[in-house]
């Protein structure tokens, strides 16, 4: 089990950065790969970025990439997503979610591959 929380949207121009943040829970917290999803109002959910149980590896939407990190501190049990030069396309309801693997597990950012969920921060990006 993991219960996850997320923190940190809020409303910026196009343009700007946010960083948000998920605090994880649970005795499984470390034996999961973690990613950040999103979904704006009549679209689909989709992945943004994915981590693995240690950090080291990442994976990221095309989208996002070369703008958008994700890390994570297992010392705290926190799951991060900086975010520069924002868009109003990337207005929505970010998502962070957990699933149990290994460290050989491939990453991916497929929601149905995901178990556990946060209940989302509203990231607002205005022109």
């Known amino acids: 089990q993991v219960q996850l929380v997320e923190s940190g949207g809020e409303s910026v121009q196009a343009g700007g950065s946010l960083r948000l943040s998920c605090a994880a829970s649970?005795?499984?917290?470390?034996?999961?790969?973690m990613a950040w999803f999103r979904q704006d109002r009549g679209k689909e959910r989709e992945g943004v970025a994915a981590v693995s149980i240690s950090g080291y590896n990442t994976l990221y939407a095309n989208s996002v990439k070369g703008r958008f990190t994700i890390s994570r501190d297992n010392a705290k049990n926190t799951l991060h997503l900086q975010m520069h030069s924002l868009t109003p396309d990337e207005t929505g309801l970010y998502y962070c979610?957990?699933?149990?693997?290994?460290?050989?597990?491939?990453?991916?950012?497929?929601?149905?591959?995901?178990?556990?969920w946060g209940p989302g921060t509203q990231v607002t990006v205005s022109s």
């Open positions: 979610a957990a699933r149990t693997c290994t460290y050989y597990s491939e990453l991916v950012l497929t929601d149905t591959d995901y178990t556990y």
């Open positions: 649970g005795p499984t917290t470390t034996r999961s790969c």
